[in-house]
């Protein structure tokens, strides 16, 4: 990728102050780029090479992210708030970094990769950007118009539809060309002509292997038999020496993909801590109809803007996390019996920077004690999540909630005050048996939303500008409130 080098002129506008910090924070980031390669020398251990790929890739990520940015203001063709969404990825990128090394204990040696001032630099850039944010934006009727109306059609297709529509066809019968889904996303996105997307069809059966969509790889589009019948599966672990966000069984960078009926699973288990079922980047994706399976931190919305449709999520820690601006409709959310002594929380999200455009909105959903949990529900106290970042933001909208979540409804992180005054924590006509707000954490950061308009905010349309990529893709959902 090239370089952007900032201009030596002074600003005449503010436009061109924010195109200025980007170029500056991108200078920083290539230069923090160089240690990257230097460091790899120095990987003298299992625990350093697992680090070091995880930050390689997302330093190159954050170069993606900073350079789409500085293009579009050039080509007049990015809006405010996407701008602040790629910054927003630039910046977590940087913290997953440091966060992974913290994890396996090398810190020292990752230092000199991410130093805080490229951090600061891009929170400066967030900051200025900020004050041109749009809140009121014009977009198309129907879906978030990122899903076109092919992709709508397609979406709506049946089953037996697609193995003559797919690109690749993954089967474990030999009944297609491929038995694994990586071999079969290699082929076809390196064959692909232009921008068109690239379908694979994967029939019934458990497919054990981990799963890597990079950022060039644009536009894939993964299609099961259903997510009781076609499961992805893997079982890497911290505890079994990756970081959190290498443990991910599918890991998706590249722009616009979608998924429908497939389970993401990670069978590693309660015992072996944080173990990813699905970590996504993926800028304007969709998931409809999926299954995502786990113990601790089994969904991973990383960053960018994600949809989920008609999903079942299962874990117990912080199960769904991370800094996506992210809306959840119409999903089940099943929490799993944890280990004796531990507690479940639905949610840790990760807006550590106040400008960041981030945040996760579970609408018109249900909260549920899955089987295992269902017996023995009054022993294990359940919250609907906790402070990971100084700016966590998350919000519960329309969704019933059983009778196991805390009367207290939030809990501190470890034990501390970490966040209570600056996190926004919402809750806005929930129903159901866990639903009463009545003896709630007091903290100046958690809301009982009452009005309309402050909780349309978290809503499709504008929490993700879903109604400027959503309809195209044909998944159906709400708009608003």
Not at 420 to 432: C, I, K, L, R
């Given at each position: 990728?090239?370089?952007?080098?900032?201009?030596?002129?002074?600003?005449?506008?503010?436009?061109?102050?924010?195109?200025?910090?980007?170029?500056?924070?991108?200078?920083?980031?290539?230069?923090?780029?160089?240690?990257?390669?230097?460091l790899r020398k120095k990987c003298n251990s299992k625990r350093k090479k697992v680090v070091w790929r995880d930050c390689?890739?997302?330093?190159?990520?954050?170069?993606?992210?900073?350079?789409?940015?500085?293009?579009?203001?050039?080509?007049?063709?990015?809006?405010?708030?996407?701008?602040?969404?790629?910054?927003?990825?630039?910046?977590?990128?940087?913290?997953?970094?440091?966060?992974?090394?913290?994890?396996?204990?090398?810190?020292?040696?990752?230092?000199?990769?991410?130093?805080?001032?490229?951090?600061?630099?891009?929170?400066?850039?967030?900051?200025?950007?900020?004050?041109?944010?749009?809140?009121?934006?014009?977009?198309?009727?129907?879906?978030?118009?990122?899903?076109?109306?092919?992709?709508?059609?397609?979406?709506?297709?049946?089953?037996?539809?697609?193995?003559?529509?797919?690109?690749?066809?993954?089967?474990?019968?030999?009944?297609?060309?491929?038995?694994?889904?990586?071999?079969?996303?290699?082929?076809?996105?390196?064959?692909?002509?232009?921008?068109?997307?690239?379908?694979?069809?994967?029939?019934?059966?458990?497919?054990?292997?981990?799963?890597?969509?990079?950022?060039?790889?644009?536009?894939?589009?993964?299609?099961?038999?259903?997510?009781?019948?076609?499961?992805?599966?893997?079982?890497?672990?911290?505890?079994?020496?990756?970081?959190?966000?290498?443990?991910?069984?599918?890991?998706?960078?590249?722009?616009?993909?979608?998924?429908?009926?497939?389970?993401?699973?990670?069978?590693?288990?309660?015992?072996?801590?944080?173990?990813?079922?699905?970590?996504?980047?993926?800028?304007?994706?969709?998931?409809?109809?999926?299954?995502?399976?786990?113990?601790?931190?089994?969904?991973?919305?990383?960053?960018?803007?994600?949809?989920?449709?008609?999903?079942?999520?299962?874990?117990?820690?912080?199960?769904?996390?991370?800094?996506?601006?992210?809306?959840?409709?119409?999903?089940?959310?099943?929490?799993?019996?944890?280990?004796?002594?531990?507690?479940?929380?639905?949610?840790?999200?990760?807006?550590?920077?106040?400008?960041?455009?981030?945040?996760?909105?579970?609408?018109?959903?249900?909260?549920?004690?899955?089987?295992?949990?269902?017996?023995?529900?009054?022993?294990?106290?359940?919250?609907?999540?906790?402070?990971?970042?100084?700016?966590?933001?998350?919000?519960?909208?329309?969704?019933?909630?059983?009778?196991?979540?805390?009367?207290?409804?939030?809990?501190?992180?470890?034990?501390?005050?970490?966040?209570?005054?600056?996190?926004?924590?919402?809750?806005?006509?929930?129903?159901?048996?866990?639903?009463?707000?009545?003896?709630?954490?007091?903290?100046?950061?958690?809301?009982?939303?009452?009005?309309?308009?402050?909780?349309?905010?978290?809503?499709?349309?504008?929490?993700?500008?879903?109604?400027?990529?959503?309809?195209?893709?044909?998944?159906?959902?709400?708009?608003?409130?």
């Amino acid at each position: 990728m090239g370089r952007n080098n900032p201009p030596r002129s002074k600003p005449k506008s503010i436009e061109e102050f924010r195109t200025m910090s980007v170029q500056v924070a991108l200078q920083q980031v290539h230069h923090a780029g160089k240690h990257a390669k230097h460091l790899r020398k120095k990987c003298n251990s299992k625990r350093k090479k697992v680090v070091w790929r995880d930050c390689k890739k997302l330093l190159s990520n954050t170069i993606l992210q900073l350079n789409r940015t500085i293009e579009g203001f050039k080509a007049n063709k990015t809006s405010v708030f996407d701008a602040q969404t790629w910054l927003s990825t630039a910046l977590t990128n940087l913290e997953i970094c440091r966060s992974g090394s913290l994890e396996l204990n090398v810190t020292k040696f990752v230092t000199p990769l991410v130093p805080r001032n490229v951090s600061k630099l891009i929170s400066n850039c967030l900051a200025v950007n900020g004050l041109l944010m749009e809140h009121d934006q014009d977009y198309r009727d129907g879906f978030p118009s990122w899903v076109s109306r092919d992709e709508r059609k397609m979406l709506q297709l049946q089953t037996s539809s697609w193995a003559k529509k797919a690109n690749a066809v993954v089967a474990q019968d030999g009944s297609g060309q491929f038995g694994s889904i990586q071999a079969a996303i290699n082929f076809a996105t390196s064959r692909r002509l232009g921008n068109r997307r690239v379908v694979i069809y994967v029939k019934s059966g458990v497919y054990k292997e981990n799963i890597e969509i990079s950022s060039t790889m644009n536009k894939v589009m993964l299609v099961g038999d259903g997510l009781k019948y076609t499961i992805i599966t893997g079982s890497r672990s911290v505890a079994g020496g990756y970081t959190t966000y290498s443990s991910a069984t599918l890991g998706v960078d590249g722009i616009g993909f979608m998924a429908r009926g497939i389970t993401f699973s990670n069978t590693a288990g309660p015992q072996n801590g944080q173990a990813v079922a699905l970590r996504s980047a993926s800028d304007l994706s969709v998931f409809y109809s999926c299954g995502f399976e786990g113990y601790q931190d089994t969904l991973f919305v990383h960053a960018q803007r994600q949809f989920y449709k008609n999903c079942n999520i299962y874990g117990t820690i912080d199960f769904i996390f991370g800094n996506a601006a992210v809306v959840f409709q119409n999903c089940i959310i099943y929490v799993r019996k944890p280990l004796w002594g531990q507690i479940n929380v639905i949610t840790a999200q990760g807006r550590g920077d106040p400008f960041q455009n981030t945040g996760i909105s579970i609408h018109h959903s249900r909260i549920m004690a899955a089987p295992d949990l269902k017996p023995v529900v009054g022993i294990f106290k359940t919250y609907l999540g906790r402070p990971w970042q100084q700016y966590s933001r998350t919000v519960f909208l329309k969704t019933y909630f059983d009778n196991l979540i805390d009367p207290a409804g939030w809990l501190p992180w470890l034990n501390t005050n970490f966040g209570v005054d600056t996190v926004y924590y919402g809750e806005f006509s929930n129903f159901g048996p866990g639903s009463s707000t009545s003896l709630r954490v007091k903290w100046p950061g958690f809301h009982v939303i009452t009005s309309d308009d402050v909780a349309s905010s978290f809503t499709v349309a504008n929490l993700i500008a879903g109604k400027a990529w959503l309809p195209s893709t044909g998944v159906p959902f709400l708009a608003d409130l």
